[in-house]
């Protein structure tokens, strides 16, 4: 019989690095699969993020991805897991309570019955970094991606950060040596 995988969350305001983290973690963990939310399956979710349809209020939004996020868990993170791999996941709900919370929804109105992390790495970054990093990509900006809004997420992930017994990682280094720290947590 296999053993259940584990599953790790990588948080953290757009542009602090969780796509190239995950994938240099997968490498050094062997038998993962990565997965990020919102899911593709999302139209609606990423046709708002890419300014083709007008966004919902702020409660409204986070909902649409507390829907998404059941319907990821239950089709893609479990079965992942039950086969014994490794699932990393590049945003989970703490980004709903960090998104949601930086923009006027009560915690409360957020709460949802979730699958708990074997553990959650938070890369901090300021987001004076972060929007240099995604003017370095070659897309345009997605709702979420300006510096005044992702300074308002980056403080409200730190003040989330105990709640949700993240592990906060400096997300300024090379990719390499936030690996090796993420690793070394994980021993």
Known sequence: ????????????????????????????????????????????IHSILQHRATPPSPLEFQKMYIADRMKHIQKVVMPAL?????????????????????FGVAEKDLKHDFLKPDVIFLLDLPADLAMKRIASRKQGREYFE??????????????????????????????????????????
């Open 146 to 187: 300006k510096r005044e809004k992702l300074a308002k997420i980056r403080m409200k992930y730190m003040k989330l950060a105990k709640k949700f017994n993240a592990v906060v990682v400096d997300a300024k280094p090379k990719p390499e040596r936030i690996v090796k720290k993420i690793l070394w947590h994980m021993k």
């Open 1 to 44: 019989m296999t053993s259940r995988g584990k599953f790790i969350v990588l948080e953290g305001i757009d542009g602090c690095g969780k796509t190239t983290i995950a994938n240099l973690l997968a490498k050094h963990l062997g038998n993962c699969l990565i997965t990020k939310e919102p899911t593709a399956a999302s139209k609606k």
């Open 82 to 102: 039950k086969k014994g791999k490794t699932v990393i996941c590049q945003r989970y709900a703490m980004s709903t309570f960090a998104y949601g919370t930086a």
